[in-house]
């Protein structure tokens, strides 16, 4: 199995949290399954890497220049980008196999005062806190890297040349900041064409780099993406995200229609055979109407160096094209946790347009359109036309 060595982590440290003067504790977060039928070797292990990231960085705190390196546990809140609990609990340097033991085994910490209390965090857990984090770091001023699904497979995913990656998401995002729309065509089986076109007024867009030189910030780690919140109408003009979106799920294409915004309903492309992939998100998008909003356009760049998809969302969505659908709020959008039915149903699901994921659909184009009928293709034949 591949690890970081103990010189790798420290400078993964410093070059994700580069020093501030108040930085005293950085806080390791990881979630521990409620049902332990839940509970799987992947899990297992993402645990047992941050209970020896912490003991890690413990024997080299001087050169981290803070205090303290903390371990803190909560019950897993059962869904990606779902609310964290109120309570964590800090343990020493064993972690119980569910939740249940929590309280026999940590110090019960409300999570305000655990925001408080620590300036850092890292967050290798099973669900993504990159939501909730985003949030509360803009309240409490922590700066936090999140990890949802990290595992070794990722770790050559950290030692790529970030300065480059913050090259490339910056020049995304200077041509995305002013765009007031993008159209995309997708080709399906090298042959039908699809066309959405996404509203990018009154948004800017994000940089996802991997670093966090700035107080009150949080997002992925690894990272290598910049993306924006299409318009979701809460000025009172109309939206004019609208068209077909098409999905492969398993081997069958899948094609949403989208009007202001939003997932309306979803069909088969001709000659469908697993009736059962669309009759699930069907149901999904009838019963829970927030999972069918365009929460996101991301680009990611991470593909150009030689990175692979490995199963795990956090580094898959970062290797090229990809939309999300559910939540928005914790990129600045307005969709949030009480437009779903429930905790559980809170979701920010990422659609990765690259081959080996989605291998018979291509990304035709994206054409960024501006003021005065000025437009610009940033993507042709899924590859990028601006490095």
Known sequence: MEKLSAEELIQLIETVFPHFPEDRQLGILVDIPVNREMDHDRWKLRREIAREWVLILKENISRLKINDVLLVAYPDVGSNNADLPEYGYYLKNQLPEKAEELEKMGEKIDFKQIFSNNQLFLAPTEYSTTAPLKNAAKIFGFRAGTMPGFSPEMIPALRIDYEEVFRRVNILKEKLDPALRAEVKFRVDGKKEYKIEFDLRFRTSHLSSGRFPERGTAGNVPSGETYIVPYE??????????????????????????????????KGESGIRDIESLKAEQIHLEREPAYGNMAELGFGVLGDFGLKPIGEILLDEKLGFHVAFGRSDHFGGMVGPDDFSSP?????????YISSLQPRIMVESVRLGYEKNKTE?????????VF
């Open 233 to 266: 109408g809460e000025t009172g003009e109309n939206t004019g995200t609208c068209g077909i979106l098409p999905v492969q799920i398993k081997n069958e294409v899948l094609l949403f229609e989208v009007k202001d915004n939003r997932a309306v309903d979803v």
């Open 344 to 352: 559980q149903e809170v979701i920010h699901l990422d659609r990765v």
């Open 377 to 385: 293709t940033i993507i042709k034949e899924g590859k990028y036309l």
